[in-house]
Nanobody, 123 residues
């Protein structure tokens, strides 16, 4: 059982930055993919970024110039650095995890979730 707890959300003005953290506990290890998803009001949850246990990162194409994902396996912590935030980034951000079966992360295989942290960007 994996437990994920997000923190770092808040309210910022457009152009600002936030750093989200996700502390993992339980049966988490470097074999787990970890990732960030977000869900805006009235929209489906969408993938933001994921990272393998050995640090291979993928960020959604339309976010890669502003968002960076990283992890510290020694601290069981996942991060999302968000720069140049825009009102359209307003959403609840969720941390997720899944066991790597072949060394890669897959958006559809995430099956452990945190409770989410709210990010609000005002214009």
């Amino acid at each position: 059982q994996v437990r994920l707890v997000e923190s770092g959300g808040g309210s910022v003005q457009a152009g600002g930055s936030l750093r989200l953290s996700c502390l993992a506990s339980g049966s988490i290890s470097s074999i787990h993919c970890m990732g960030w998803f977000r869900q805006a009001p009235g929209r489906e949850r969408e993938g933001v970024a994921h990272i393998t246990g050995d640090g291979r990162a993928t960020v959604a194409d339309y976010l890669k110039d502003r968002f960076t994902i990283s992890r510290d396996n020694a601290k069981n912590t996942l991060y999302l650095q968000m720069n140049g935030l825009q009102p359209e980034d307003t959403a609840i951000y969720y941390c997720g995890a899944h066991v790597q079966s072949d060394g890669y992360c897959y958006w559809a295989q995430f099956n452990s979730w945190g409770q989410g942290t709210q990010v609000t960007v005002s214009s």
